[in-house]
């Protein structure tokens, strides 16, 4: 997107499928800074999280903040959503090819193997021995 973003219809015709029927935001270079995401509490393990930020509007003065409470679980989406995965991965949305054996592998049960990509458990216990509490399954 570029500088001629109408902030009261950031979804173009034609462009962004996905959730038409959503409300959209847009948040150009100048309000990337008020992005933010973090522990909703005192960062407890097992918090809800916080993903916010400032979208563009008409006026500044008509900018409004906008908050979205994630669970442990949504936040963990949120990462293999957007980690390092080629944009056939990121689409296909929730497996990976395995960088060991080369099959697919749910992102919800994949390690990360030496090189960061991410493989089944019991490829990377061939490939470089199990964790003492891994039980194989």
Same mark, same amino acid.
Request: aromatic share 10%; charged share 30%; hydrophobic share 30%.
């Given at each position: 997107?570029?500088?001629?973003?109408?902030?009261?219809?950031?979804?173009?015709?034609?462009?962004?499928?996905?959730?038409?029927?959503?409300?959209?935001?847009? @948040?150009?270079?100048?309000?990337?800074?008020?992005?933010?995401?973090?522990?909703?509490?005192?960062?407890?393990?097992?918090?809800?999280? @916080?993903?916010?930020?400032?979208?563009?509007?008409?006026?500044?003065?008509?900018?409004?903040?906008?908050? @979205?409470?994630?669970?442990?679980?949504?936040?963990?989406?949120?990462?293999?959503?957007?980690?390092?995965?080629?944009?056939?991965?990121?689409?296909?949305?929730?497996?990976?090819?395995?960088?060991?054996?080369?099959?697919? @592998?749910?992102?919800?049960?994949?390690?990360?193997?030496?090189?960061?990509?991410?493989?089944?458990?019991?490829?990377?216990?061939?490939?470089?021995?199990?964790?003492?509490?891994?039980?194989?399954?």
């Amino acid at each position: 997107m570029n500088e001629n973003v109408d902030p009261d219809d950031p979804r173009p015709e034609g462009h962004y499928y996905i959730a038409r029927d959503a409300e959209w935001h847009y @948040v150009n270079d100048d309000l990337a800074e008020t992005i933010s995401l973090g522990p909703a509490t005192d960062g407890e393990p097992g918090d809800d999280w @916080v993903l916010s930020f400032t979208p563009e509007a008409a006026t500044p003065d008509e900018r409004e903040r906008v908050c @979205v409470r994630l669970t442990p679980w949504a936040l963990h989406e949120l990462y293999i959503e957007s980690k390092n995965l080629s944009p056939d991965a990121r689409q296909a949305g929730h497996s990976a090819e395995c960088g060991l054996c080369g099959d697919q @592998v749910p992102l919800a049960q994949a390690w990360p193997d030496n090189r960061k990509e991410p493989c089944h458990p019991e490829c990377y216990a061939d490939a470089f021995g199990a964790p003492p509490w891994y039980d194989g399954r």
